[in-house]
């Protein structure tokens, strides 16, 4: 049987890298898709573990070679998915965890029918904030233009399969484990 594709989305700061983290330790028979970006790695981000780091040459070389089965540009770099990994890790039967952008969820629903999309709401603008600030990552600028974009992110949850509130890491992961297994193939 193939696998399924869960995709998690969620404005910068909302916690899904954290959700993810959790989920790919806690689920046996899921794997993590790493993603291709021309960001910038943060302190303590691994190649090949976090993201595959490239440039903005080659990723629109890759583009046009259509080496990516969604792409976007997001708050100012491009960030993509293996189209090659994505096709053969599901029709290995492989279940794979995408922690994209909600233009590349859209991108995922129309090739990917049954594929499961979860969106992830922080508990409020201010908390969404305090986290970007508490991560202690990005520059005020880059947490300012993040947070100019988290109201669009929001709005374009309405086409996601299921949302869920990240307010208590404990109940949202144990929330967001419960529904993926229910899911998974
Ligand atoms: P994203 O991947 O969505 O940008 P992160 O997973 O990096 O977000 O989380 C942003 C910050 O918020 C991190 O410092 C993380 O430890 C923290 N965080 C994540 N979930 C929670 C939560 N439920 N309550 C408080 N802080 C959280
Ligand atoms: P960050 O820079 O915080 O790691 O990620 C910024 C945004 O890019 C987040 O919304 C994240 O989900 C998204 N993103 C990461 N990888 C991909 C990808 O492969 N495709 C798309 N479309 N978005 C991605």
Redesign the pocket.
Known sequence: MAGRIFVI????GAG??TLCNFLIKEINDLSF?V???T?EPRKGEVEGH??FFTDKKIFETWIKEERFV???F??G?Y???SKDYLEKSVKQGKNIL????V???R?IREKFSDAVLIFINPPSFDELRKRLVGRGTDSEEIIKQ?LEAAEN?MSASKFFDYIIVNDDFGKASKELKKLIEKNIN
Request: charge should be negative.
């Open positions: 989305s969620a404005p910068s899904k890298s898709s993603s291709y970006t960001r976090d993201y969604e792409y976007a997001v708050h770099n960030y993509g998915t995408l922690e994209i952008d233009q590349g969820a991108q993040r992110e």
